[in-house]
């Protein structure tokens, strides 16, 4: 059995987590801390729970997140860099949630998120966790750089395009909508049920931290340089991510439902939908699947794809919980393959 800690167990991630986890045939859950619940039951704060952890919340122990097999942090960014050295020295593997070992760049990462980086060195090795494009790296890797929500939708999406060389890359677009739930748990006044019901937002249009990180990926597929226009949305749903991404054609005869189909074939979690369907975002909601589909409208040279995910399973714990799957030889879809929740 593999042990394993969660440290952020009470936010939106933390507990999709644990939803995943308690049911993993494989996973023991040995440690789950936050500071402000310490002494309290998981399962008197998340009652979905009863009856399947018998473990209260503790403060962060780095002697018993130690005995672990692998940890993963559900929290704000700037927290597992801090106790990310500590951990890989005693064996034990790290997956982050948050970002603060996505982008490489140290200068760049320090930009976007405000703050100095606490282990810099780790970058380099730090593996980013789409197991789409990483699997074999993530198979011997120490420490994973969890993907963000909006990048896993955009890139899954824009990618089978992007490395067959069949748009323009100094002019894409996404176009993306987020439940409010991509916004956390805490209190925030934007994401409050009378604040978001009932209406519809862009918001970071003038740079939102995800745009590196996508850009990042997109360019190490490429091995040059992209354009990249990314604007989000709030939607006034809890759950998903519906991303409609725009580019130009570069060549028109290019037959790209085969692309995208050839391209995801051996994917388990990605579904290329058949030509001409528009994805739900509830057709993906409380799964780890993401659902695309590739449009040529009227047949000229602009290609829409739109790409559904869950913001808290595919887009955040269930890809942790497969990128562990992959990090011990363990069947990738283990714990993970559930259908859909609809309506």
Known sequence: MIKAGIVGGTGYTGVELLRILVMHPQVELSVITSRSEAGKRVSDLYPNLRGLVDLEFSGPDPVKLSACDVVFFATPNGTAMVSTPALLDA?????????????????????????????PDLLD??????????????????????P??????????????????????????????????GAGRSANVGSLLCEASESFKAYGVAGHRHLPEIRQ???????????????PHLTPMIRGIHATLYSTSLKNEADLQVVYEERYADEPFVDVMPAGSHPETRSVKGSN???????????????????????????????????????????????????????
């Open 91 to 119: 064996g034990v593997r790290v997956i982050d949630l948050a970002a603060d070992f996505r982008i490489r760049d140290v200068a760049e990462w320090e930009q976007w998120y405000g703050m100095s980086h606490a282990c």
């Open 125 to 146: 090795e730090a593996v980013y966790g789409l197991p789409e494009v990483n699997r074999e790296l993530i198979k011997n890797a120490r420490l994973i750089a969890n």
């Open 148 to 181: 963000g929500c909006y990048p896993t939708a955009v890139l899954l999406g824009f990618l089978p395009l992007i490395e067959s060389g069949l748009i323009d890359s100094e002019s894409l677009i996404a176009d993306c909508k987020s439940g409010v739930s």
């Open 217 to 231: 990926g997109l360019e190490t597929a490429v091995g040059i340089p992209v354009g990249l226009t990314f604007v």
């Open 289 to 343: 699947y993401c659902r695309i589909s590739v449009h040529q409208p009227q047949s000229r040279d602009t290609i829409v794809v739109l790409s559904v995910i869950d913001n808290l399973v595919k887009g955040a714990a269930g890809q942790a919980v497969h990128n562990m799957n992959l990090m011990f030889g363990l069947d990738e879809k283990l714990g993970i393959d559930s259908v859909a929740l609809m309506p």
